[in-house]
């Protein structure tokens, strides 16, 4: 069972600075602690990009890949792009959208998102705790069909 990790723009910066809003973690130590708590059940593929283009390439390679599912935190792209949702439907590979802070809790341009309609689930304001829920709740669905 492959799962792949999407995250978007600046979010390479996470715990290097606003830790009031993204938190102290870095990307690096979540993805650490991501493939420890589930390395014994799935295959874990984590990829950040600051470009929408590489990003839609990666949802397109998923299919070669034969990714099972995506857990996608686009950054700022969740309220602009709509190439990443037609991609993501394109592929037609199950996903939820993650976001780190409570995105309603914030600016009004946050509130929209043009993945939500599509996305199995969407999880804002757990914190990195957001991906693991995310990855646990796939593995259960996938082992229920014997992927
Ligand atoms: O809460 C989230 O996870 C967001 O997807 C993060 C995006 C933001 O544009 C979305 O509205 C909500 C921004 C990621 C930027 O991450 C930074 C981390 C540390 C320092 C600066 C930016």
Do not use: C, W
């Amino acid at each position: 069972m492959k799962i792949l990790i999407i995250n978007g723009p600046n979010l390479n910066l996470l715990g290097v600075r606003e830790p009031e809003i993204y938190g102290n973690l870095t990307l690096q130590s979540i993805e650490q602690s991501v493939r420890l708590e589930f390395e014994k059940q799935a295959e874990i593929i984590f990829f950040q990009s600051n470009s929408e283009g590489e990003i839609v390439d990666k949802i397109q390679d998923s299919l070669k890949m034969n990714v099972n599912a995506i857990v996608i935190n686009a950054g700022a792209y969740t309220h602009t792009s709509i190439a990443i949702p037609d991609a993501l439907s394109g592929v037609k590979i199950p996903f939820i959208e993650v976001h780190i802070s409570n995105t309603f809790a914030r600016e009004e341009f946050r509130h929209h998102s043009y993945l939500s309609s599509k996305a199995t689930a969407v999880i804002a304001g757990l914190g990195a705790h957001g991906y693991s829920a995310a990855v646990q709740y796939f593995i259960q669905k996938l082992r229920e069909k014997n992927v």
